[in-house]
Structure formats: structure tokens, C-alpha cells
């Protein structure tokens, strides 16, 4: 007989609920854009599954009868930069480093690939697209690094000692998640997040510094 594997438990036990975590194909509004014509074409966020991982998005367009006149392929994030005369599409198939694998341009009526002349600035055009994400995920970070500070300060001794490990194990399960969630399914990069982290630190530890020379 063969012994029980953990591992092989797990993954069936994925397969299984693979059902109850399934949902529908749905769309999220992106705006409009107004061609030559007169006619106004809506910008449409289209999801599909994506069960354990971030749901893979498609830009399409659509006239007013539901028809879509182009759209992307499916991939992990896109950015949608509208302008007067057209309308660029930054399409990241990871953001773990926000570089555009791919970038279009819709005149109203096709797409056309402009990827040389936008990759260099789709690291920009990225943060701009996310920056509510970026700062509602540095505000929590924020939090949670601040109650992980107040745990470490409070001494071991005596009873202190039991309300610090369960301190430790209330913020880091919910710790955990929140990093999970970041790196799977939010559009956002850890490359970034870390550097925005290291010049924080940095910044803090200057006027820490500061204030310190200032006193003596």
C-alpha cells in the first residue's frame, strides 16, 4: 500500500472545491472614447476566472449594440491611458516588474501595436493607474508594522510574556493573508512596495538622526 502523501491530499482537495470558488465572467466600467464618427465607444474591463489567482482581465470595446469592435488578449493587469484623439492600452502580463510586455493604441477602430515607443514609460503609467492601490496597501503595511514594533516593546517578563505571543499570533495570521493577498492578486509590485519601504526606513532613520545631533 501506498503511504499517504499531504501534498497529493491538498491538491485533491483543491480540485474538489474548484467548483465553489468558480464564478461568472463579469465587467467593470473604463470609460468611453467618442470617435470621428460621432459614435461613442465604451471601454470595458472584461474578468474571467481565475480561481486561486488574480482573474485574468481583457480591454474591449464596444459600440453601442454590445459589438465589440477590438479588444485585448487576456493577461494579469492592463492600463488604460485615454487621450483626445485615441486611446493606449498597457498590457502587463506581471507586475512583480511593472514593464509592459505589450502596449496598443485604439484610434476607434482597430488596435495597433506601439510598443517600442511606450514601454520605457509603462513603469509610470502603471504607478499612476494604481496609485490608490499602492497607497491604501502602504497604509495597512503601515499598521501592521507599527502593532508589530508595540508587541516587541513590551518586556518578557512574567505575564507580559503570554499576552506578547498572542499578540504576535493575532497580527501575523491576518499578516500572512495580507501578504498572500498582495502578491497574488492585487495589481501591484513588491519591487516597488520594498523601495518605497527601504527609502521610508531610511528616511525615518535621517531625522531620528536629526533630531538626536539636534538635542546634543
Known amino acids: 500500500m501506498r503511504g499517504f502523501c499531504p501534498f497529493s491530499f491538498l491538491m485533491s482537495m483543491m480540485l474538489m472545491a474548484w467548483p465553489a470558488f468558480a464564478h461568472r465572467p463579469y465587467d467593470r466600467a473604463a470609460g468611453r472614447f467618442e470617435r470621428r464618427d460621432g459614435t461613442?465607444?465604451?471601454?470595458?474591463?472584461?474578468?474571467?476566472?481565475g480561481i486561486f489567482f488574480a482573474d485574468p482581465v481583457s480591454i474591449q470595446?464596444?459600440?453601442?449594440?454590445?459589438?465589440?469592435?477590438?479588444?485585448?488578449p487576456y493577461i494579469f493587469?492592463?492600463?488604460?491611458?485615454?487621450?483626445?484623439?485615441?486611446?493606449?492600452?498597457y498590457?502587463?502580463?506581471s507586475t512583480w516588474v511593472p514593464i509592459a510586455g505589450r502596449v496598443d493604441r485604439f484610434d476607434g477602430y482597430d488596435l495597433r501595436n506601439i510598443?517600442?515607443?511606450?514601454r520605457?514609460?509603462?513603469?509610470?503609467?502603471h504607478l499612476a493607474g494604481h496609485w490608490v492601490e499602492y497607497l491604501v496597501i502602504l497604509c495597512l503595511g503601515t499598521i501592521f508594522v507599527a502593532l508589530y514594533l508595540a508587541l516587541r516593546a513590551i518586556p518578557k517578563r512574567g505575564w507580559r510574556i503570554p499576552m506578547r505571543w498572542t499578540g504576535f499570533a493575532l497580527i501575523g495570521f491576518p499578516g500572512s493573508l495580507y501578504a498572500y493577498g498582495i502578491l497574488v492578486f492585487e495589481?501591484?509590485?513588491p519591487l516597488i512596495l520594498?523601495?518605497?519601504?527601504?527609502?521610508?526606513?531610511?528616511?525615518?532613520?535621517?531625522?531620528?538622526k536629526k533630531r538626536h545631533a539636534t538635542i546634543g
Not at 40 to 49: P, Q
Not at 61 to 72: D, E, I, K, Y
Request: no cysteine; aromatic share 8%; net charge positive.
Open 40 to 49: 461613442t465607444v465604451s471601454i470595458v474591463r472584461h474578468y474571467v476566472d
Open 61 to 72: 470595446f464596444r459600440l453601442p449594440g454590445g459589438t465589440n469592435v477590438a479588444q485585448t
Open 77 to 89: 493587469d492592463a492600463v488604460v491611458r485615454a487621450g483626445p484623439s485615441a486611446v493606449e492600452v
Open 91 to 93: 498590457q502587463f502580463p
Open 115 to 118: 510598443t517600442p515607443e511606450r
Open 120 to 125: 520605457l514609460i509603462s513603469p509610470f503609467v
Open 187 to 189: 495589481p501591484v509590485s
Open 194 to 208: 520594498a523601495l518605497v519601504g527601504v527609502v521610508s526606513v531610511a528616511l525615518l532613520s535621517f531625522i531620528r
